[in-house]
């Protein structure tokens, strides 16, 4: 396990010798300790960032080049994909298999950015015709400059990959701040990018806190973009900050997704698609569908299937056999969801599952999967994320009512339906005011499609070809063609 930090291709020594702990969430023990950043650090970061993309022409190599160096870096994750799943685990708690998953999806994710990084040979240039036929006009993609990376601890290779691979695709240098929570695999990235010969300062990687390191980042002039993910709380002091210098900006934010079942479902279908949407990485999830609408005809049927499904789930060490459920990721997101749980039984809504530490379990973070039912619609539990494995449950009678349901949240990343009328499967996707639509399914999440947020959950959208755009500048470049003078002032 690495402590340093990774500056200008080199591990470094943070300036004033802070560090900060990290805890295993399944055994509460202090495993290691990793270089806490302060601003002064930052600004080496920055100016290696800046160094690399004014003066050393990472931006101006072509992108069948930026191709090569993300391949490798895919290789390099791809060679030691155990070895990071299982860093992901002791440091997040997540289960092995979902955690083997994130470190594939992470190596996938370079690979299709080297693939658009070799497109951006052939295609940038545009031409647009203009109304004054003595000029022509064309327009080029350039990168946007220094980008300013900081992820959440959820998926914590995975979110570094949708942000890293595309910027440097795009030609782009990074300064990139993992969660505090979860340090451990962003610091192997920095070693596979270094063994990938990736040039120094184009890759950068400060650890600490969001006060310290976050805040020096997102105040520090000479950054040209933020691309952020995690609350909105934090995505709102993002915008300000960036507010002060125009800096560019892409939020990726919380959810309160709605799932809505038709009662001509298939059951076992409808729970473990449920299942999904909320118990995986234990509801740790910003698309999470941990509200569920379903239609009262089958509303009894689906409920106790539900309940003795999730009942279930084995939960324990994300590296043990057969574990599904791990312990959530630190004692703080602990304390806050039981804090939501106890609220959400106080504001009126009842416990049909769940709510509490399972038995045997004494040490770790573990939560019993918990499902609420009778959720006041105006309660914290309906309205706000709670980020941990908690479902709201709620019937309803009619298309328009779940819809409306599904629609009345402050929140707009994602949305499911379940029906195998497939029309009406349709128009209730088209009428979700959301982000990302799942019909007949919850969470399958592609490198190439566009992946983002309506409403509180976000501005612009992260993988795909939209998320290589977050990284790129648009340029008009403007020719007087004619051979005849101007005529305006010099007749
Ligand atoms: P968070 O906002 O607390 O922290 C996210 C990151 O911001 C961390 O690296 C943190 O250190 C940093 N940070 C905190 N304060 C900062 C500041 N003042 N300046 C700069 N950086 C600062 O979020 P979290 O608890 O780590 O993650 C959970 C949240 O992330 C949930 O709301 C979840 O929905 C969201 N999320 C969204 C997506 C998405 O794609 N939309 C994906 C994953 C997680």
């Not at 993609?141 to 601890?153: D, M, N, Q, S, T």
């Not at 695709?169 to 969660?179: D, Y």
């Not at 995505?235 to 125009?246: C, T």
Request: proline letters at 5%; aromatic letters at 8%; a negative charge.
């Amino acid at each position: 396990m690495r402590s340093k930090l990774y500056i200008d291709g080199q591990w470094i020594r943070p300036v004033h010798g802070k560090t900060f702990s990290v805890i295993n969430p399944a055994t509460e023990e202090t495993i290691h300790a990793i270089a806490a950043a302060t601003a002064e650090d930052v600004e080496l970061a920055v100016a290696a960032a800046r160094r690399a993309f004014d003066k050393d022409g990472w931006p101006r190599i072509d992108g069948q080049s930026r191709g090569c160096y993300l391949r490798a870096i895919a290789a390099g994750i791809r060679a030691r994909h155990d070895e990071l799943a299982r860093l992901e685990v002791i440091d997040n708690g997540k289960p092995l298999p979902e955690a083997l998953g994130d470190i594939e999806d992470s190596a996938g994710c370079f690979e299709y950015y080297a693939d658009l990084a070799e497109k951006l040979d052939n295609n940038p240039v545009e031409e647009i015709a203009v109304s004054d036929n003595r000029f022509t006009s064309k327009v080029v993609r350039e990168p946007v400059g220094v980008a300013g990376a900081i992820i959440p601890w959820n998926y914590p290779l995975l979110m570094a990959s949708w942000k890293v691979a595309p910027a440097l695709a795009a030609g782009c240098t990074v300064v990139l701040k993992p969660s505090e929570l979860t340090s451990l695999t962003a610091l192997e990235l920095a070693a596979i990018a270094m063994e990938a010969g990736l040039p120094a300062g184009v890759l950068n990687i400060v650890t600490g806190t969001g006060a310290e390191a976050g805040q020096a980042i997102i105040d520090h002039p000479l950054i040209d973009k933020l691309a952020f993910t995690g609350s909105v709380p934090t995505g709102s002091k993002i915008m300000s900050a960036a507010a002060r210098d125009i800096k560019r900006i892409s939020l990726e934010l919380g959810g309160k997704s709605p799932f809505v079942i038709f009662s001509d479902a298939d059951i076992e279908q409808a729970v473990e698609w449920i299942m999904f949407g909320i118990f995986w990485n234990q509801g740790q999830v910003c698309s999470a569908t941990s509200r569920v609408l379903i239609e009262a005809p089958i509303y009894d049927r689906v409920m106790a299937r539900l309940c003795q499904a999730a009942k279930e789930i084995r939960i324990g060490n994300g590296l043990d056999d057969g574990v599904l459920l791990g312990p959530l990721v630190s004692r703080g997101q602990y304390d806050k969801v039981v804090a939501a749980i106890e609220a959400a039984v106080k504001a009126g809504a009842r416990i049909a599952i769940g709510g509490k530490r399972p038995e045997g379990l004494d040490k770790g973070y573990y939560l019993e999967p918990t499902i609420l039912t009778e959720v006041p619609l105006d309660s914290a539990a309906w309205r706000e994320e709670i980020f941990g494995p908690v479902l709201c449950v709620r019937p309803f009678e009619t298309e328009a009512e779940a819809i409306e349901l599904a629609n009345d949240s402050r929140f707009g990343l994602a949305a499911a339906v379940m029906s195998q009328d497939e029309a009406r499967a349709e128009r209730v996707a088209a009428a979700f005011r959301a982000g990302i639509v799942w019909i007949n399914c919850s969470q399958p999440t592609f490198t190439e499609a566009p992946w983002g947020g309506y409403k509180t959950s976000g501005i612009g959208r992260e993988l795909g070809r939209w998320g290589l755009e977050n990284y790129l500048e648009v340029k008009q470049i403007t020719r007087y063609a004619s051979k005849k003078r101007w005529g305006w002032y010099l007749k």
